[in-house]
Each structure stands twice: as C-alpha cells, then as structure tokens.
Nanobody, 112 residues
Framework: VQLVESGGGLVQPGGSLRLSCAAS????????MRWYRQAPGKEREFVAS????????NYADSVKGRFTISRDNAKNTVYLQMNSLKPEDTAVYYC??????WGQGTQVTVSS
C-alpha cells in the first residue's frame, strides 16, 4: 500500500489549496479515506473523512464549511479542497486509508 500526498505549500490567509492523495497497492474503491493534520508541538488530529463510495463525509468542527473532501475512485485519489485558510490551519497534512496505512504528509503553511 502506498499513499502519496501532494499540493501543499505556502498560502496567504484567506487563500485556497487543494491537496491530493494518490493511492496504489490496494483496491482503493473499497476503503474509506481520511485526512489528518499535525501542527508543530501538537498531536495529530482528524480533519475529514469520506466513505468508500464517496456518499458520506464528515468534518472536524474547525474546518467545517471551509474544507471539502472528495474522491475519484477511477483515479485512486482522494482530495481535500481547503478554502478560507487561516494561520491555525498550518500543519503537515496526512491521508490515511481505513486499512491503517498512512501517507508521508505534505506541508501547508498559511502566513502573510
């Protein structure tokens, strides 16, 4: 199983980014997917989840209304669209499959 995140970077407050997590080595369409994040000095926290069929999503209260998780099972990819970014969104963002596999993370920095 391999999960590879991309799309992170430096963005100003109020800006947007779209993260991608490309999966391989397993039947992607059978697994739920989650995004987590970890800020410096803090524990890793849940951000968003999506069921295998993409028919149900869930979000942490801190990102609800600003972030959108989606998936393309034909491309074995899960996305996290992040809008109205705040400095407190700065963290390393990880994707996780429901089999327990983690990606290596991608850095998101929100700063002026």
């Amino acid at each position: 199983v391999q999960l590879v995140e991309s799309g992170g970077g430096l963005v100003q407050p109020g800006g947007s980014l779209r993260l991608s997590c490309a999966a391989s080595g397993f039947t992607f369409s059978r697994y739920g997917m989650r995004w987590y994040r970890q800020a410096p000095g803090k524990e890793r926290e849940f951000v968003a989840s999506i069921r295998a069929a993409g028919d149900s999503t869930n979000y942490a209260d801190s990102v609800k209304g600003r972030f959108t998780i989606s998936r393309d099972n034909a491309k074995n990819t899960v996305y996290l669209q992040m809008n109205s970014l705040k400095p407190e969104d700065t963290a390393v963002y990880y994707c996780k499959a429901s089999d327990g596999s983690w990606g290596q993370g991608t850095q998101v920095t929100v700063s002026s």
